[in-house]
């Protein structure tokens, strides 16, 4: 994505597949342009994904990210937001 969006990881099969929030996390992440962020709204089913999914992403996406947990939302979901500041070189 060339610009600043949201990627919904919070309904239907990714209520119960802690998998497929990952994977598609990392997807979106790949996907966004350089100097966008994305919004990965996650279920509450996992709790914070700074637990589980900011890790995940430091380890994998190195100094490429900067990410900001932003609010837990009045639906119970969570949301992470993810800078992209460069390219893997």
């Known amino acids: 994505m ?7 990881l919070e309904h239907d099969e990714y209520e119960n597949d802690i ?3 990952i994977k598609d996390a990392l997807i979106a992440v790949q996907e966004t342009k350089i100097g966008c962020f994305v919004n ?12 589980y999914l900011q890790p995940l992403l430091e380890k994998m996406f190195s100094n490429q990210l900067r990410i900001k947990f932003i609010d837990q939302c009045g639906c119970g979901g969570y949301v992470l937001r993810v800078w992209k500041l460069s390219e893997k070189v």
């Open 40 to 51: 990965l709204v996650t279920s509450n089913v996992f709790g914070n994904p700074v637990d």
């Open 2 to 8: 060339d610009k600043d969006w949201t990627k919904d």
């Open 19 to 21: 998998d497929l929030i």
